[in-house]
């Protein structure tokens, strides 16, 4: 039967219970638990463990060294201290905590003070109860504090990725917001791309960029420590950059970068939630990055898209807005791009305009190259054409000197092959120069024919470069044509090519055509050829036909 507690003790038992209850932080109210006992039994030596884990530790010690906070509380060990008396805190097996005391010097424990332990042990259960649910919900409050502190994080800096202006922006975003939240110092933010520049940002670090470990991230499927990776290169470079953690950056299962961060500030270790903000944060980043590198190829696809306009545009001036009208010569051209800009070019320029059947250099050429480059050497070969053309005494001298102006003003890939073709209208007589040029065709009224072979290298390749010079005479009712080689090396599925003999055999069944007709003719020739499939090189096609008594444009 348990011994009813005097007036004295209820009271100082009622005002224990309203300071242990009044107090939810387990620290105070283990002390207060612990200075109350001793006070009022008059002893010099007690302890107050706690359960932590499954197993009770020490708390707070008093009157003895022997014993030290946050040890294993072992009661044989507590006895040879000279604790002799001790009390549960809390009821069953495994207790919330335990009380010990030295037994007073002048009188064991009297019935009533031990009821009164028991009683004020149990309050104190439950207080230490309280206080430790009140922990435990603080303790969740805070983390719901951080996680919504690091989701508006997350928010905001996703906002802040989509204004980035490029990768390098997202990078820099990145490796700020990383080192704010996480308190680092040091840290790397590495990322590259196809054929895009790669993306550096570091901040106390020097890892090398583009790695040669790069094809190591693979193996890397999430947010982790450097300590925990294999031994390989790519450890061995972040261990002696001091990098403690890695997120990489991962975009449709392929690792194309990673994100290094070095020690926390305090020495504070990376838990596991530290790590999964980062992976969020870089999640965000990954997306931004592909935004960013997209933005750029469509913004370097539009550059591409204006600057094939402008050649386009050069390219379109350059060629004749119509072929001159020569007197007992028929001639017709045509140009077919096999892109929006192609690499094809021809001219017909009069010679002398002085004589009432003035002289016409006619001239097909391929330029290296598309795009704007090769237009802008289209019109510098047109330039250098117009200015020279009448000051040099001979075709080949105007080939020469076209080579040496080419060769100063153009890059060394930069070369043309060309054919210049002067002829006399009223006589026939024609000279030529083949700069490495496909090889011209003569197909004569009688069916023979002659070819124009080069007679000298492409424009613009060499310094120093000479040239022959050769002459024929054309005939009533012949036909000159002059052609890139995108019209011979035309090919069908098979990979088959048009070739000279078929562009011949349609030379000689127009013999009795006009020159446009011609030019169509081996255009529809072309098309029935090749089929569907589709052209790659670009077709020119200049004809000249020098006509027969009697026909149209012949003067009386």
């Not at 192609?342 to 010679?351: K, P």
């Not at 040029?437 to 310094?463: D, N, Q």
Request: one cysteine or more; proline letters at 4%; aromatic letters at 6%.
């Amino acid at each position: 039967m348990d011994t009813p507690l005097e007036q004295s003790s209820l009271e100082a038992l009622l005002e224990s219970a309203n300071l242990l209850h009044s107090s939810l932080d387990v620290d105070e109210l283990l002390k207060h638990l612990l200075r109350s006992v001793m006070g009022r039994l008059a002893v010099g030596r007690g302890l107050v463990a706690v359960e932590h884990g499954g197993t009770l530790r020490l708390a707070h010690v008093r009157g003895t060294r022997a014993l030290v906070v946050g040890d294993v509380f072992e009661e044989s060990r507590a006895r040879e201290a000279g604790f002799g008396f001790f009390v549960p805190i809390g009821d069953g097996p495994r207790p919330l905590g335990m009380l010990a005391l030295a037994t007073p010097a002048r009188h064991q424990l009297s019935e009533e003070e031990r009821g009164f332990l028991n009683a004020l042990s149990g309050i104190a259960a439950s207080g230490l109860a309280n206080a430790r649910a009140h922990g435990q919900l603080a303790d969740l409050n805070r983390r719901l504090d951080l996680r919504v502190q690091e989701l508006n994080t997350l928010l905001d800096v996703s906002r802040a990725f989509a204004q980035a202006s490029g990768p390098d922006e997202v990078a820099q975003l990145l490796g700020l917001t990383l080192a704010g939240q996480l308190t680092v110092g040091r840290h790397a933010v590495l990322a590259i791309r196809g054929s895009h520049p790669p993306v550096t940002y570091q901040k106390g670090m020097r890892l090398p960029w583009p790695s040669p470990w790069l094809g190591a991230l693979e193996s890397i499927a999430e947010a982790t420590l450097v300590e925990r990776l294999p031994e390989t290169d790519l450890r061995a470079s972040l261990e002696q950059a001091r990098a403690v953690a890695i997120l990489p950056l991962r975009a449709s299962s392929a690792t194309f970068g990673l994100v290094a961060l070095g020690a926390r500030s305090g020495a504070r270790p990376f838990r596991e939630s530290d790590l999964a903000f980062g992976a969020g944060l870089v999640a965000q980043a990954v997306v931004a990055f592909e935004n960013a590198w997209h933005q750029r190829e469509i913004l370097a696809k539009k550059q591409l898209e204006r600057e094939l306009a402008l050649a386009a545009a050069i390219q379109q001036g350059l060629f004749p807005a119509e072929l001159p009208r020569l007197d007992y010569c028929d001639v017709a051209a045509v140009n077919r791009p096999a892109q929006q800009v192609g690499g094809d070019y021809y001219d017909a320029l009069t010679v002398d305009r002085s004589r009432s059947a003035s002289r016409c250099l006619f001239c097909v050429a391929d330029v290296s190259g598309k795009g704007l480059a090769a237009s802008l050497l289209m019109s510098n070969i047109q330039a250098t054409l117009r200015a020279l053309l009448g000051r040099e005494a001979s075709l080949a001298e105007l080939a020469r000197c076209t080579n040496e102006l080419l060769y100063s003003s153009t890059p060394g890939n930069k070369y043309v092959t060309a054919i210049l073709l002067d002829v006399d209208p009223s006589t026939g007589e024609c000279r030529y120069v083949n700069g490495g040029h496909t090889e011209g065709l003569v197909v004569r009224a009688s069916g023979e024919v002659e070819r124009l072979p080069a007679t000298g290298l492409a424009l613009g390749l060499f310094p120093g470069v000479d040239y022959e010079e050769l002459t024929l005479r054309l005939a009533p009712g012949d036909i000159v044509a002059l052609y890139s080689d995108g019209v011979t090396e035309a090919q069908k599925a098979t990979e088959e090519e048009f070739g000279v003999e078929r562009l011949t055999a349609v030379l000689r069944e127009t013999a009795e055509a006009c020159a446009s007709e011609v030019v169509q003719r081996v255009l529809d020739a072309l098309d029935d050829f090749v089929g569907v499939t589709p052209q790659y090189d670009d077709i020119t096609l200049l004809v000249l036909k020098r006509l027969r008594p009697g026909s149209a444009g012949q003067p009386r």
